[in-house]
């Protein structure tokens, strides 16, 4: 009878876990605890990441900040590592994940997305003063810094670039600077956020691919209630500033479109 009773306790276990969320639930405890728990990895600057004092701050912090705000709640955010930052969804370690997680098919097969809250596009950049490159098809024959196994590598590559292989953004921007490469594709993120801290570097985008990447808010699939009001809550920062405060502050400018 003992043994019949922990298998029969063992299964209302299981099904508990892999039972669908029901409508509105789980907003409804996030309002009743008071507290919107956020997966982040806290590594990730300037999205996410610990300041001189070791408080985390970013772009996605106060981003999820004002969406806890806005939701009637204060944000509480969990860190780890991006191997396993998503998967902290399925075992219920936080309600949501903001951290720079780009909206992909393959994603949105197993979990919900918010609508997306910034965008990033593959850039060209050059040294001020280059009037040989203004556009991707200019890239013939001349050096790129590239890494080599990105998406822009692969594109500079398919603009007809000699390759220079680097380690990652700051790498290619120096080759660009030194003039050991004349121009880079990169991040437009990147590289707003370089130019934050380095204004004066004379370094400038000269074209942008059309299509941009977007990132958004990721949560359980079955959350509709939860993304309904996330997606609200985005967009009232919109309207009354907060977004574009916090924008200026990391970019220097608008990054949701």
């Avoid at 008071?34 to 600057?45: C, D, L, P």
């Amino acid at each position: 009878m003992k043994l019949l009773s922990l298998l029969v306790v063992a299964g209302a276990l299981q099904a508990a876990l892999v039972a669908p969320v029901h409508a509105g639930e789980n907003l409804d405890q996030i309002k009743s605890a008071g507290v919107f728990k956020i997966g982040t990895e806290g590594t990730y600057a300037p999205f996410t990441f610990h300041d001189s004092s070791n408080k985390l701050v970013g772009f996605d912090v106060e981003i999820g900040e004002a969406v806890a705000k806005k939701l009637g709640v204060k944000a509480e955010f969990i860190e780890g590592k991006w191997d396993g930052l998503i998967a902290g969804l399925d075992a219920k370690r936080y309600d949501a994940v903001i951290n720079q997680v780009g909206i992909t098919d393959a994603r949105k097969q197993k979990f919900n997305f918010s609508d997306p809250y910034i965008a990033s596009k593959a850039v060209l950049i050059v040294k001020e003063g280059n009037s040989d490159i203004k556009g991707f098809s200019d890239l013939k024959g001349k050096k790129s810094a590239q890494s080599l196994t990105s998406n822009f590598g692969k594109l500079a590559e398919a603009s007809g670039a000699e390759i220079v292989g680097t380690d990652g953004f700051d790498q290619s921007i120096q080759l660009v600077l030194t003039g050991r490469a004349e121009a880079t594709i990169n991040d437009s993120l990147s590289f707003l956020d370089f130019k934050k801290h380095q204004p004066k570097a004379p370094v400038k985008i000269v074209a942008e691919q059309a299509d941009a990447d977007y990132s958004g808010i990721i949560v359980r699939k079955g959350d509709d209630d939860l993304v309904a009001a996330i997606n609200n809550a985005l967009a009232d920062i919109k309207t009354d500033g907060t977004y574009k405060a916090i924008s200026d502050k990391y970019f220097g400018q608008d990054v949701s479109k």
